[in-house]
């Protein structure tokens, strides 16, 4: 009497069959063929002195297609598969090999390289006739990422792991961008190593690359470093929530085996009021009252700038943090800068007084300075992207720029012909349209309202507003956690699945292997599959429909 | 320079000691000496034949004691009080009395008598001078009450466990409305049983004492009746996603013996689509296409509520489901009847042409005949506003009415001389504000945007719009969890801390002890309390504000 329109059968034909994909590889050809795993399942490393990294990437893989346990998400969970999985092919085995990669160096090594210049791709088949599955790259990166894929393909049905769209060919399945980021504040709420472990596990899974560590800000100095011990000292929220010399190497460690570099950000000259606490000296507007006069939010306070001494200080900061991290680029800030801070400040004006500069020709000194003194332990400056539109500043060519403010201000950026890296507001910012936290303000809601679902986020072009030959400045994409409503309790709920989102536009690109364009409404299945791939992994993602939707592709559509 | 203005001081110096008190007691007086709590600190339960109820809450209590160590929410964490821990008085115990109580009850009776008669008051001392503190109640409910207030006021510092605003005195301290509850839906998306009973721990812990559990809905039917086992076995989402006859008596047991009555809702005529699976006879365009026609969300399918079978049916269900349950009230649902789902349902015309009826009139036999059903076995029906708003029904004046779609719809209830739990949409929805999740449309945002922020939800007025006359129709309020988007993943973070606000509005009323009315500004320090405590206790509640502003009350505030 009501049957299901036509439209929606067909469109379930239309579906790819790998839905369990996330990013979609650029190019792939699956069948309908039911695959097996052995149970005796193998990976053979055909590589000469196998990187441990490798080995233990090799060993992982095998732990999550024993335990991932994830059941098909349609109507009986796969029920109907059981007769299937009699006559399947049993696939006894995956080959790793290497091609041109002499010397073979370590997945951590390959993650860390120049981002323009990493090697990510693989290429991997998965036969249906029972012979092994083989995967091979031009590195170790290569490998873990084609690992990765290999791993999302398995389903289980009483304790048999197995997929439906053998046989499988992907070939050389290549990032679109080569950035591909996740950021995380974890100065508004300190998050413990743990979790940040948990986060970067996760962040594997969808190949992101990037972790950009915004590791400091004017709530909390957690960062313990050698040099400067007196600011997570006075600084951390307490002497436990902070992060020590170990536990960056750890993570730095942790991220680079699983592909991923860490990008550290010390924000500057603004963002900085709890260094107060250590050298109130060359903090100007600290705590000053009212905060919204001086700062975007509480508490007030910013380096200096127009100060020697802040200048050196901050120069020899950057250089403290960055010489240990083995990344090419290192975030110094730039956003937000409130000049009614420094017009009030009276140190402030008797520095520029004294050396007869202008306020931005003072933070033109202080940028060039702190930017030279990265430049000398070999890194690359990447700055907000205030510090290309809203001054006038002496960059050098190579410094990287974050758009957060807007996606339409991406365009201005490559017009002044800077490499930058998507991460707008408008988009990609996690935090948005959890309501208003600043006290005292019950009709307020959230600055950047409304919540960016996954949906909007996957509707981001890369490309919009630029020309062709503006494209190659585009390095990549990230989404963002700033976390003055978040901590280590709701931080795998506020960011996954919807980080993934950007994780797929900045891998897959433009268009799908079949040639049509990203969509939404393909993509929701998939979606699901890696949220509930995630959760049994333990990773807290949360469900983006009821389960009845995910267990029917299309029947939730709007128009369905 | 730039001083703090005195305006944050004084208000420092207003802010009421007890901040870690939720919800506030009707009465409060507290000093400001330090109090130890002794290391062989007991409670003496004085009460003959004590209840084994009342023994674990004693128990939990001093598990709580003993194992929060929340330290003191200030700069510092509590570090400076450790002079004054030297010298303080040493809390050798808590007595418990009863008073008036004869005879003797559990907690699990006294939670699920009428939600009208409840006896939930207490009076506690804490004496600073090293006597014992004293805890007395007219019921074991209250005790439980005033061992929830007890347990808030401790900190740790060193393993020393203290406050700081010792003596207190709280003279009868009874809730300002009966009902104050948390509704769960469990259909949309499952939550296991575990995760339900933290939940119910969370109510407990500010004085929540009603679950509405929202058992099934469209989407799947996870409640297994012994008489109807056909309805989950094919409308639960799977056989391990149940809640079982045990599972139901386990769920109420947990929270009756924490103070919590469980308030079970069957939605009909509508949100019914599942029971299709076992019984596609009774229902009306099920999973029809376009849902949109024919129901809110997807899919549609609603009970025929103009055949005599369906009358019978779910007549026979709500006897089913009650029977079992200890509380006197049970929902019914009603909301969001589709009429155009009837208008082109061949049986359902053929049924109003058959008894000459209208759709309404119907509804109406449908209704008192489902409803007298529920009378016949002792239980009160709880409907949806559009019940009484939106159709001409006969019902029992002492039908309880949930206001939902707006708060503006509380004054046209109470008009009709109902009484009535105010949750409105526009206040208490804990799901608005993350963004649509119906597929292929990402432009769309929340139906309900914005983000009921906790400090938007504790503005709420019980009595806005009422006479004094009617004022007695409101029984209390809650805030709702609709699960289109969660599950248990993310129930503690979605719902904590937020859905406290509700718990004190409806417990302390419009004033505090002090006389002054609530406020935000009053409230957030005691919010952020709340949190840090809940998370001590393994509750993933979320920080609604940088951990800075969290240490120092008020200068995060929009105007300090």
Redesign the interface.
């Known amino acids: ?5 036509w439209k ?1 059968v067909i469109f379930l034909a239309t579906i790819p069959r790998a839905l369990a994909l996330w990013p979609v590889p650029r190019t792939l050809t699956t069948g309908s063929s039911f695959v097996v795993l052995s149970p005796t399942f193998k990976i053979t490393v055909n590589v000469p002195n196998p990187p441990q990294d490798l080995l233990s990437a090799v060993s992982q893989t095998k732990t999550y297609l024993e335990t991932d346990k994830l059941q098909r998400l349609v109507v009986g ?1 796969g029920a109907s598969d059981a007769g299937s999985l009699k006559t399947a092919a049993v696939l006894p085995s995956l080959t790793l090999t290497l091609q041109n990669a002499l010397p073979v160096l370590p997945i951590s090594v390959e993650a860390v390289k120049d981002v323009a210049s990493r090697s990510e791709g693989y290429t991997l088949s998965i036969p249906s006739d029972g012979k092994p599955a083989v995967l091979s790259a031009n590195s170790t990166l290569g490998l873990l990422r084609g690992l990765t894929t290999f791993s999302q393909f398995w389903y289980d049905l009483n304790g048999v792991t197995y997929t439906n769209v053998g046989p499988v060919s992907i070939v050389k399945d290549v990032p679109a961008y080569p950035y591909r980021g996740f950021m995380l504040d974890t ?4 998050f413990p190593v743990a979790d940040i472990k948990r986060t970067l596990d996760a962040m594997s899974w969808v190949k992101i690359n990037t972790f950009h560590w915004h590791i400091v800000d ?3 100095f957690p960062l313990s470093l050698p040099d400067f011990p007196e600011l997570a000292q006075k600084g951390a ?2 002497a436990s ?1 902070v992060y020590s010399p170990a536990d960056v190497q750890d993570i730095v460690s942790y991220a680079a085996a699983r592909g991923i570099d860490v990008l550290m950000e010390i924000d500057t000259p603004g963002h900085t009021a ?1 260094i107060a606490t250590s050298h109130p000296e060359l903090v100007a ?8 006069t ?1 700062a975007n ?4 306070g910013q380096l200096r700038l127009a100060s020697p001494a802040a200048v050196n200080f901050t120069a020899n900061l950057f250089t403290a943090a960055a010489k240990v991290l083995p990344g090419k680029y290192f975030s110094t800030g730039g956003d937000e800068l409130n000049t009614a801070c420094y017009a ?3 140190v402030t004006q008797a520095d520029l007084k004294k050396s007869g500069q202008t306020l931005e020709q003072a933070l033109n000194v202080f940028t060039k300075t702190t930017h030279d003194a990265l430049a000398a332990v070999g890194k690359t400056p990447v700055v907000w992207e205030e510090m290309v539109l809203e001054h006038n500043l002496t960059l050098s060519n190579n410094t990287l720029v974050m758009v957060w403010i807007s996606s339409a201000n991406a365009a201005a950026v490559a017009a002044k012909n800077f490499r930058f890296v998507h991460g707008p507001s408008d988009y990609f910012y996690l935090d948005c ?14 600055w950047c ?5 996954w ?2 986020s ?2 981001f072009d890369p490309l919009a507003n630029l020309t062709a030959a503006q494209a190659h400045l585009v390095l990549g994409g990230q989404q963002l956690l700033w ?5 280590a ?2 931080i ?3 960011v996954w699945p919807r980080a993934a989102t950007s994780a797929e536009i900045f891998w897959t690109g433009a268009k799908l292997p079949s040639g049509a364009a990203l969509s ?2 393909e993509a ?1 299945p998939r979606l699901h599959e890696l949220r509930y791939r995630m ?1 049994q992994r333990g990773v ?10 995910a ?1 029917r592709p ?7």
Request: one cysteine or more.
């Open positions: 009497m009501f049957p299901r329109s929606a969970r100065a508004r709420n300190f004017s709530q909390s929220y307490s929530e709890i507007c600290n705590q000053a009252s009212p905060w919204s001086f939010e509480p508490p007030a009030q400040d009276a349209g959890a309501g208003e936290w600043i006290g005292n303000n019950p009709s307020g809601n959230s309202d409304p919540f960016k679902t949906q909007k996957y509707t976390s003055e409503q978040s901590d309790q709701n795998d709920s506020i939404g409404t929701l959760v807290r993602a949360i469900a983006i429909q009821p389960q009845w939707c267990l299309s029947l939730c559509n709007i128009d369905s």
